[in-house]
């Protein structure tokens, strides 16, 4: 199943929030914080959307999860469960294709950023409170596809990549989509027949 936007509001308005000022993936309940570095609205998922995307996740039931996001650059994976789809995504990568991003597994919902984040109730929530949870993988585009990762990157990233798309938008998925179809074709085909024998 594809959910192609998750923030329509946002999306037609040019901002990361909805309509209402609230930054959807701090509206999440695992690890909701009030004082988010980012608006997480009034309570966990007091926004639709997130009452949407969360009524979904609990109806289907999926044993994989791949979240598309800019611009951190990087393969973000929440949870033990996640770890053998983050191998699998970032092993279908050639080394070239592999400059723009990091790889990154958190261990406990306290190991990384984002409370409050659709990552942190997949990755850790859904384990505690209802005894499954998905393989999750954040999938961060790079702000500039063909550009070695700077270790920390720059405090304007996001506005280098909102400007890169201003100026070429076909230019940058042009570059952008080899990389992605790969990573995305590897998380549809995951577990392979073998990563799943134990599984039937
Ligand atoms: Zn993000």
Request: proline share 10%; hydrophobic share 35%.
């Amino acid at each position: 199943m594809v959910v192609p936007c998750w923030n329509p509001d946002g999306l037609q308005a040019g901002t990361r929030y909805n309509a209402n000022g609230v930054d959807l993936n701090r509206n999440f309940p695992t690890g909701w914080n009030p004082h988010s570095d980012e608006p997480p609205g009034p309570g966990p998922l007091s926004e639709p959307e997130s009452q949407a995307l969360h009524s979904l996740i609990l109806e289907i039931q999926p044993r994989k999860i791949v979240s598309l996001h800019w611009a951190l650059a990087e393969l973000d994976a929440d949870g033990l469960q996640s770890r053998d789809f983050l191998a699998a995504i970032w092993n279908s990568l050639s080394d070239e294709e592999r400059v723009p991003y990091r790889c990154r597994l958190s261990r406990h919902p306290d190991d990384s950023e984002c409370p409050g984040s659709l990552g942190k109730w997949c990755g850790y929530g859904l384990h505690s409170v209802w005894g499954w949870g998905p393989a999750i993988v954040t999938l961060e585009l790079p702000a500039e596809p063909l550009v070695p990762r700077a270790v920390e990157l720059p405090s304007d990233h996001l506005q280098t990549v909102q400007a890169r798309w201003r100026r070429d938008s076909v230019g940058y998925l042009q570059e952008a989509e080899p990389a992605v179809r790969k990573m995305l074709l590897a998380a549809c085909r995951f577990p392979t027949e073998t990563e799943d024998s134990n599984h039937p």
